[in-house]
């Protein structure tokens, strides 16, 4: 599939590639949801663990916009709190804890291979849902770049399993 893509977790068939990691997966749930009936929440962890949900970014993307929710426990003197975290590679992109209403963000994903969405629990506290969430998730770009291949010719022929070819020019 080409870009724009979009994910609203409406349905079990992800428009997205993505791998679970941490302590528990992520799921679709009906709680709360930007729009429609469904969003993704984070697994139901419990002190000193972690959710993750890490999505690849298509090649050719140079934007990924998502609407996030928390309610969780808060910072505090001396503890971090419940927290997401949202990763473009291992660079933070952005930090919510608390009671957050659906709120929107967008990131430059140039170059970037994955964007990880972790939910990250301290040593002690549960508030609220003790959960984030995730919605409406929506991936632009440019398309990929095809060369024009006029005036040239595969040198030898190429194989499902080749990693690199040869080109000769012919003309021009």
């Known amino acids: 599939a080409g ?3 979009i994910e609203d977790f409406e349905d079990t068939t992800f428009a997205v590639i993505f791998t679970d990691a941490g302590s528990l997966a992520w799921s679709r749930w009906t ?3 930007h729009t429609g009936t469904y969003s993704l929440r984070s697994g139901a962890i ?18 990924v916009s998502f609407w996030y929710w928390t309610s969780s426990e808060n910072s505090g003197a001396g503890f971090e709190g419940d927290r997401l975290l949202v990763l473009a590679d291992a660079t933070q992109v952005l930090r919510a804890q608390g009671t957050t209403a659906w709120t929107k963000l967008t990131v430059d994903v140039t170059g970037v291979e994955t964007i990880t969405f972790r939910y990250i629990k301290d040593n002690s506290t549960a508030v609220g849902s003790d959960a984030v969430a995730i919605d409406d998730i929506t ?34």
Do not use: Y
Not at 46 to 63: C, K, L
Not at 142 to 170: H, K, M, N, Q, Y
């Open 3 to 5: 870009i724009p893509i």
């Open 31 to 33: 709680t709360t949801a």
């Open 139 to 172: 991936i632009t770009g440019r398309a990929p770049v095809r060369a024009d291949t006029e005036g040239s010719e595969l040198t030898s022929g190429i194989t499902s399993s080749a990693t690199s070819f040869s080109v000769t020019t012919t003309s021009g």
């Open 46 to 63: 419990t002190n000193n663990q972690t959710s993750d949900w890490i999505m690849d970014v298509p090649q050719g993307a140079t934007e």
